[in-house]
């Protein structure tokens, strides 16, 4: 019943956009600061300050991190299909500090 007119290759493109962003993400943190940019290191320190004790060694995504690193748009339907795969336990939803993270499951 949540399906609605969600098609599975929109299913697979939100997936794949997900693994693209944590993939970006964490290649960055992984990085000495000394190699990087300018750009990359307050990226890199705004992904240290997004980190709560309960993501604490979890991969997790913000929207602002789908944003950056992929081209999808941050919509309804993305917000739809955000809520199937929480509800398929795929994902789960950690809100606090005014920003909501997606943490893999």
């Known amino acids: 019943?949540?399906?609605g007119r969600v098609s599975y290759e929109?299913?697979?493109?939100?997936?794949e956009g997900i693994?693209?962003?944590?993939?970006?993400?964490?290649?960055?943190?992984?990085?000495?600061?000394k190699a990087l940019n300018n750009h990359?290191?307050?990226?890199?320190?705004?992904?240290?300050?997004?980190e709560t004790k309960d993501t604490k060694g979890q991969l997790f995504v913000v929207e602002d991190d789908i944003r950056?690193?992929?081209?999808?748009?941050?919509d309804k339907r993305f917000q739809g299909i955000l809520n199937m795969l929480r509800h398929s336990q795929r994902l789960r939803e950690i809100r606090g500090g005014g920003l909501?993270?997606?943490?893999?499951m």
């Not at 693994?19 to 600061?33: E, S, W």
């Not at 950056?68 to 941050?74: A, I, L, P, R, Y």
């Open 100 to 104: 909501v993270r997606y943490m893999l």
């Open 19 to 33: 693994n693209t962003a944590v993939k970006a993400k964490y290649r960055i943190l992984t990085q000495p600061v």
């Open 40 to 50: 990359a290191r307050k990226l890199q320190q705004r992904f240290k300050d997004q």
């Open 10 to 15: 929109q299913l697979n493109a939100v997936v």
């Open 68 to 74: 950056e690193f992929t081209q999808m748009k941050v």
């Open 1 to 3: 019943y949540m399906k």
